[in-house]
């Protein structure tokens, strides 16, 4: 899902316009259902659809998403998925299908691939930035998409596990486990290339339990910061972010 650098994407301003009216924006079939599928509700859209609900430490962070005095947006951070299922990852999986209810629809022991997309719009960046993949669950039964607790974001959502590899040789992220929620990689100063930035080119979600009521119930988020640059101090560079939801059945 390609963000524009000095604009709001098209599915960011129809989130916003959806909730501002009330009107769901979801995709499903008349009955609600995902794919048409009755066991799944399809509820108004929340902040964690738009990146908001991502933790508070990064919120001056997530400030510069559409912060008008922020100079440009140096990296690109994608991620997609073969989300329409015709074997291949392509321009006819990206756009709302990635951010919008049901998402990445899987089946319980099933395993996605997913591809990761890092590169800088300078060819050579001055200072150093941080990548970041992350998964939360979204309570779809309150506009800010937040649970009261862990303990019940695990209990009423999928649980899904992102491996490194195919082989599923190294855990990186897991739904339902509070210490692995979060993936960092610094990237220090130089010329920007996946294989010196140690991110993954491709990670492997597994479906591992169902959703919960609600369709797209786990958000996979990818956030580039980059840090201030010590002799660039009156420069902003802009975030990169870029997610996507997942049902499993």
């Given at each position: 899902m390609n963000a524009l650098?000095?604009?709001?994407?098209?599915?960011?301003?129809?989130?916003?316009?959806?909730?501002?009216?009330?009107?769901?924006?979801?995709?499903?079939?008349?009955?609600?259902?995902?794919?048409?599928?009755?066991?799944?509700?399809?509820?108004?859209?929340t902040q964690r659809d738009m990146g908001a609900g991502f933790e508070r430490l990064h919120e001056e962070a997530l400030r510069l998403l559409s912060d008008p005095n922020a100079n440009a947006k140096i990296f690109k951070f994608d991620i997609d998925a073969d989300i329409n299922h015709d074997g291949i990852i392509n321009d006819s999986d990206n756009g709302w299908m990635e951010a919008t209810p049901p998402g990445m629809v899987l089946r319980v022991g099933e395993k996605a691939q997913v591809r990761v997309t890092l590169f800088s719009h300078f060819p050579y960046f001055p200072g150093s930035a941080v990548a970041r993949l992350s998964l939360a669950g979204?309570?779809?039964?309150?506009?800010?998409?937040?649970?009261?607790?862990?303990?019940?974001?695990?209990?009423?959502?999928?649980?899904?596990i992102v491996w490194s590899d195919a082989s599923k040789s190294r855990k990186l992220l897991d739904s339902a486990d509070a210490g692995k929620r979060v993936v960092e990689w610094i990237i220090h100063p130089g010329y920007v290339l996946p294989d010196h930035t140690g991110v993954p080119t491709n990670v492997y979600v597994e479906a591992v339990s169902p959703s919960g009521q609600y369709a797209g119930d786990v958000r996979l988020m990818a956030v580039i910061t980059p840090l201030e640059v010590p002799n660039?101090?009156?420069?902003?560079?802009?975030?990169?972010?870029?997610?996507l939801l997942f049902t499993v059945k």
């Open positions: 650098p000095l604009t709001l994407s098209s599915a960011r301003v129809a989130a916003v316009l959806a909730l501002l009216s009330g009107v769901t924006a979801f995709a499903g079939s008349p009955s609600g259902g995902a794919g048409g599928d009755p066991t799944f509700r399809m509820p108004a859209e979204i309570n779809r039964g309150t506009p800010t998409g937040e649970f009261a607790s862990f303990e019940e974001e695990v209990h009423n959502t999928a649980h899904i660039l101090p009156f420069y902003k560079f802009r975030v990169s972010e870029d997610h």
